[in-house]
């Protein structure tokens, strides 16, 4: 089945330690973004990417950076540099082309203590 | 930038209620989104909507792209248990960016 797998699911970390979240598509996608959710909020972009070694930041990039090396990968690291970082990390892809729906993962939610 | 207004943010409701939820955009949106996410998981697309009056349903949800462009809304009809969750509202515009709502918390009494 096709999909987008992120892991792991839950992540502790030191603060001061830098921590690098996986997604992988199997979609064929072109397009892959990454969001950050808090309690009540909705989804902030973090960093998006259309297509293989190019991204651009999203609203809030500050304290995190990606790669695109591969079309099948997006990894996102959380840098020391990110002032609050526990949060749940959601990852997601979409097919070239404007308006084409987000397809989500299932979350890495990440606490840094 | 674009925002969207989302409401109610939360709804209590009993088993065999409808519910209607629905969101509101500062500017003109070309696409609207409604997903469902479980707790501890990624939102699921339920809906898709591409032209201004746009009326689609799945299953016993109901969504409406509004004339005006800048606003939609999505029926429940007959809640059951499983539609506990929380609903978001996505927009697109101009730019080619998603814009999401804050969510409308849901909780169904069996």
């Known amino acids: 089945d096709g999909g987008i797998t992120q892991s792991p699911k839950y992540l502790f970390r030191k603060e001061g330690q830098n921590v690098t979240l996986s997604c992988e598509q199997n979609l064929n996608h072109d397009a892959m ?3 950050r959710q808090d ?3 909705g989804l902030r972009l973090i960093y998006y990417s259309q297509i293989v070694n190019d991204f651009q930041k999203g609203d809030i990039a500050e304290g995190y950076s990606v ?3 591969k079309k099948e990968s997006f990894p996102l690291t959380v840098t020391s540099a990110q002032k609050n970082p526990t949060a749940f990390y959601l990852c997601a892809s979409s097919q070239q082309g404007r ?3 987000l397809h989500f993962g299932n979350g890495t939610r990440l606490t840094v203590t | 930038g674009q925002q969207l207004n989302q409401s109610p943010q ?3 409701i009993q088993e065999g209620e409808d519910v209607s939820m629905n ?3 500062s500017s003109i949106f070309n696409t609207w989104l409604w997903y469902k996410q479980d707790p501890g998981e990624g939102p699921v697309l339920l809906i898709a909507l591409y032209k201004a009056g746009e009326l689609t349903s799945n299953g016993r949800l109901t969504a409406q792209f509004g004339i005006t462009r800048k606003d939609s809304f999505l029926n429940i009809s007959a809640s059951i248990p499983s539609d506990v969750g929380i609903y978001f ?3 697109q515009g101009g730019s080619e960016k998603l814009v999401f709502g ?3 918390k849901l909780t169904v009494n069996p």
């Open chain 1, 33 to 35: 973004y990454w969001y």
């Open chain 1, 39 to 41: 309690p009540g909020q």
């Open chain 1, 67 to 69: 790669s695109r090396e």
């Open chain 1, 99 to 101: 308006y084409s729906p």
């Open chain 2, 10 to 12: 939360s709804m209590f």
């Open chain 2, 23 to 25: 969101c509101t955009s």
């Open chain 2, 89 to 91: 509202c996505a927009g």
């Open chain 2, 102 to 104: 804050k969510g409308t």
